[in-house]
């Protein structure tokens, strides 16, 4: 039960000035001045977007960032940029792969990419681009596999709140074919994720 002031976790984010204060901390200038410029870009991108509890899109991208520095302790630049722009591709009709890489590097870019899906042909047929995604992940880097399971930890945690028209069947295909994906990486970080995504659908399922 939420206490007096609290927000439901779907109506949380990640700020641009709690976003500074984190990477202050870390003593690289050069390193915050370009995630926060990742951070606008992702906004202004996600701008007029509301997912289906009718939060704002931009807030799913935010705290991805955060569980990444908060719950996993990275603090890599191309990590935290990444995450905060793995849904600028599929979102914009301007933002390209080049200019993610003129603007964040060559690293960046390819994992953006990787994480993009065709969201046309998704609406006519999206098991089969999900199964096509799995796949194309298998042959990823961590990072890749890091963000794209942050983002289901966060969807899965947000499942109470309507966010999924079919929350069982999204649960079903991050255990059958997400987390096993992490789980064969022999990486810290993703065995994390795997644990927490198990903790998060069993909360779920009761």
Request: hydrophobic share 40%; with cysteine.
């Amino acid at each position: 039960m939420l206490q007096p002031g609290e927000q439901s976790y779907n109506n949380t984010s990640l700020t641009y000035q709690e976003l500074e204060a984190r990477l202050q901390a870390s003593g690289n200038p050069l390193s915050t001045q370009k995630i926060l410029s990742a951070y606008e870009m992702a906004r202004s991108v996600h701008e007029f977007q509301t997912r289906n509890d009718g939060t704002p899109y931009f807030s799913h991208s935010a705290r991805s960032a955060k569980i990444i520095m908060d719950e996993l302790g990275i603090f890599d630049d191309d990590v935290i940029i990444a995450a905060l722009l793995q849904d600028v591709l599929e979102d914009s009709d301007t933002i390209t792969r080049g200019v993610l890489e003129y603007n964040f590097g060559s690293y960046v870019a390819y994992v953006v990419e990787m994480l993009t899906k065709d969201l046309r042909k998704a609406a006519r047929n999206p098991e089969e681009v999900d199964i096509e995604f799995v796949a194309r992940l298998k042959g990823a880097s961590d990072d890749c596999l890091v963000i794209k399971l942050v983002a289901r930890l966060d969807n899965i945690r947000c499942l109470s709140f309507n966010l999924k028209r079919n929350p069982l069947v999204y649960l079903g295909n991050t255990l059958e074919r997400y987390v096993p994906l992490a789980e064969q990486r022999k990486n810290k970080h993703l065995e994390m994720l795997a644990s927490a995504i198990r903790l998060e659908a069993n909360k779920f399922l009761g």
